[in-house]
């Protein structure tokens, strides 16, 4: 039998449940930070958000998308 790998614990606390505020589509420059260079939000094991907080940000990016605020996709 194999055992499962376990991943190890990351430190990281949500920036959005420390500053106590909610991820806003209107806030482009944060929301950024969330985004990766080919224009795909990135998973909350690698940015430390808390789920609640996820899924707000991924809404807010999809409305700054629409609004043409944030690309979808970068040019190559």
Not at 5 to 26: N, Q, T
Not at 33 to 62: E, W, Y
Request: glycine content about 8%; some cysteine.
């Amino acid at each position: 039998m194999r055992q499962k790998r376990k991943r190890p614990v990351r430190g990281l606390k949500c920036p959005f449940c420390e500053s106590g505020k909610k991820p806003d589509y209107k806030e482009v420059e944060a929301l950024q930070r969330f985004v990766s260079d080919r224009g795909k939000i990135i998973p909350r094991s690698r940015t430390g958000v808390c789920a609640k907080h996820q899924r707000h940000l991924a809404q807010a990016i999809k409305r700054g998308r629409f609004l043409g605020l944030i690309p979808f996709t970068t040019q190559i």
